[in-house]
């Protein structure tokens, strides 16, 4: 049977859309890469943000129409399936299962049960060994660098987040186990690691998360190790020096502060004031220079005032990040943030939103321009040359970037070249070969 799995979301739902990819093979299941072609679809979802979750309804309205021409089994897993559970067979009768996101390996007696004739098939359990997925069943992507996932969960109770109630509470992978797949990526031709957790640097099993990074750093083969993603609660002096002083560690730290006003802060529960994430941000110390920092916005947060914002912006001009994810609130069920009055126009919403990233895409362009005529180490992230003439690459600081090599010159996919900045935009930069 033939199977196609769509993912929305963060890394930790890409990730997880390889280990169910991995379930299926195993079962003599076979992946297309054509939703025309499968039998089986299985759609991977995010409910971080409502646009998110009317992009999985969209699809789901297709896949119906689709259904009603051939045979098609149709499941439903991620954190939409998490969150409203049988509910969405009321909205959606076309699915045929509802997958949890802490039940992945019930996966194959999911679809077993649908392939039976079995309506309505369902499991959100919470499995306390959901974490401890056996790392050689994930069927990785061909990507240029390994997901590994050291911890799933958060014991934070930010009023406008699902992730408590989508992913439950904080589970760390033994120290041991993480280090096994290292190693086994490495043994695969992996030379780059990204550690993803809901809050990496809450991690402990058996070691500090500081400590574990030394630990993967020590892995023979490792080249460069990247987080994601962290809460300023949890990031700590050891660590903040095991990142800037492990060469091996990407120069690159994403670190969400979300609103610059300690009363927006204060209704988000987000148990810091802006003073403590600036303290926080200079335990970095001089290695502080060489790193790219990144930051999350919720911009239009209920009550949050002209006079807020602009505390928002303050920040924004203070700490001067190379870059940011900025998003309007967005109000998700079940969460204590829908309690509070959201009297806010939608057009000051808007109208703040758009003034903080055309301030941001500034501060993006002349982060970047720093850059041009530097020669930095990048990771070549295309099996060839684009249409265009380039090759696509990242920089250790996360910046894409189009590689000129040549025209007869070949790149080994995955690997790391010395290259020359000759130009610098806000969405990417220009190189070529050292």
């Given at each position: 049977?033939?199977?196609?799995?769509?993912?929305?979301?963060?890394?930790?739902?890409?990730?997880?859309?390889?280990?169910?990819?991995?379930?299926?093979?195993?079962?003599?299941?076979?992946?297309?890469?054509?939703?025309?072609?499968?039998?089986?679809?299985?759609?991977?979802?995010?409910?971080?943000?409502?646009?998110?979750?009317?992009?999985?309804?969209?699809?789901?309205g297709r896949l119906r129409e689709l259904k009603q021409q051939r045979?098609?089994?149709?499941?439903?897993?991620?954190?939409?399936?998490?969150?409203?559970?049988?509910?969405?067979?009321?909205?959606?009768?076309?699915?045929?299962?509802?997958?949890?996101?802490?039940?992945?390996?019930?996966?194959?007696?999911?679809?077993?049960?649908?392939?039976?004739?079995?309506?309505?098939?369902?499991?959100?359990?919470?499995?306390?060994?959901?974490?401890?997925?056996?790392?050689?069943?994930?069927?990785?992507?061909?990507?240029?660098?390994?997901?590994?996932?050291?911890?799933?969960?958060?014991?934070?109770?930010?009023?406008?987040?699902?992730?408590?109630?989508?992913?439950?509470?904080?589970?760390?992978?033994?120290?041991?186990?993480?280090?096994?797949?290292?190693?086994?990526?490495?043994?695969?031709?992996?030379?780059?690691?990204?550690?993803?957790?809901?809050?990496?640097?809450?991690?402990?099993?058996?070691?500090?998360?500081?400590?574990?990074?030394?630990?993967?750093?020590?892995?023979?083969?490792?080249?460069?190790?990247?987080?994601?993603?962290?809460?300023?609660?949890?990031?700590?002096?050891?660590?903040?020096?095991?990142?800037?002083?492990?060469?091996?560690?990407?120069?690159?730290?994403?670190?969400?502060?979300?609103?610059?006003?300690?009363?927006?802060?204060?209704?988000?529960?987000?148990?810091?004031?802006?003073?403590?994430?600036?303290?926080?941000?200079?335990?970095?110390?001089?290695?502080?220079?060489?790193?790219?920092?990144?930051?999350?916005?919720?911009?239009?947060?209920?009550?949050?005032?002209?006079?807020?914002?602009?505390?928002?912006?303050?920040?924004?001009?203070?700490?001067?990040?190379?870059?940011?994810?900025?998003?309007?609130?967005?109000?998700?069920?079940?969460?204590?943030?829908?309690?509070?009055?959201?009297?806010?126009?939608?057009?000051?919403?808007?109208?703040?939103?758009?003034?903080?990233?055309?301030?941001?895409?500034?501060?993006?362009?002349?982060?970047?321009?720093?850059?041009?005529?530097?020669?930095?180490?990048?990771?070549?992230?295309?099996?060839?040359?684009?249409?265009?003439?380039?090759?696509?690459?990242?920089?250790?600081?996360?910046?894409?970037?189009?590689?000129?090599?040549?025209?007869?010159?070949?790149?080994?996919?995955?690997s790391l070249a010395r290259t020359r900045i000759t130009y610098a935009?806000?969405?990417?930069?220009?190189?070529?070969?050292?």
């Amino acid at each position: 049977m033939k199977f196609y799995i769509e993912t929305w979301g963060c890394q930790m739902n890409d990730h997880d859309s390889e280990k169910l990819s991995g379930l299926l093979l195993r079962e003599g299941f076979e992946a297309v890469s054509s939703l025309d072609d499968a039998e089986l679809v299985l759609l991977n979802t995010c409910s971080i943000r409502e646009k998110a979750v009317h992009k999985v309804y969209t699809e789901l309205g297709r896949l119906r129409e689709l259904k009603q021409q051939r045979p098609l089994i149709i499941g439903v897993t991620g954190c939409l399936a998490q969150q409203e559970k049988a509910a969405l067979f009321k909205r959606a009768p076309q699915i045929d299962f509802v997958l949890g996101t802490m039940a992945l390996q019930q996966l194959p007696r999911l679809v077993e049960e649908a392939l039976a004739g079995r309506r309505r098939v369902i499991d959100t359990g919470e499995y306390p060994d959901n974490h401890l997925f056996p790392a050689e069943v994930t069927q990785r992507r061909s990507t240029a660098k390994a997901l590994v996932t050291i911890m799933e969960g958060c014991n934070h109770a930010c009023t406008y987040c699902v992730v408590p109630n989508t992913r439950g509470a904080e589970r760390s992978r033994p120290m041991s186990d993480i280090l096994a797949e290292v190693r086994l990526m490495v043994e695969q031709g992996y030379r780059e690691i990204e550690l993803l957790g809901q809050n990496v640097n809450s991690y402990h099993g058996g070691c500090s998360f500081a400590e574990l990074l030394e630990l993967v750093a020590e892995v023979k083969g490792v080249e460069w190790i990247r987080l994601t993603t962290s809460h300023p609660m949890n990031f700590t002096r050891e660590l903040a020096q095991a990142l800037v002083t492990n060469p091996k560690v990407a120069p690159f730290l994403h670190l969400p502060i979300q609103s610059g006003s300690n009363a927006v802060l204060r209704r988000m529960l987000r148990e810091y004031t802006v003073e403590q994430y600036l303290e926080r941000l200079a335990y970095l110390g001089e290695g502080r220079q060489r790193f790219a920092l990144s930051t999350d916005f919720i911009v239009g947060f209920p009550g949050e005032t002209d006079e807020d914002f602009e505390a928002t912006m303050l920040v924004l001009e203070t700490v001067q990040f190379d870059t940011s994810f900025s998003f309007l609130y967005s109000p998700r069920p079940a969460t204590p943030a829908l309690r509070l009055k959201d009297d806010i126009p939608a057009t000051v919403k808007l109208e703040r939103l758009t003034r903080l990233q055309q301030r941001q895409k500034e501060l993006t362009q002349a982060s970047n321009a720093r850059l041009v005529g530097r020669e930095l180490e990048v990771r070549i992230e295309s099996h060839g040359p684009t249409e265009q003439g380039h090759w696509m690459a990242r920089t250790g600081q996360w910046q894409n970037v189009h590689l000129s090599a040549g025209k007869d010159r070949q790149l080994t996919f995955g690997s790391l070249a010395r290259t020359r900045i000759t130009y610098a935009g806000p969405h990417f930069l220009g190189a070529e070969l050292a």
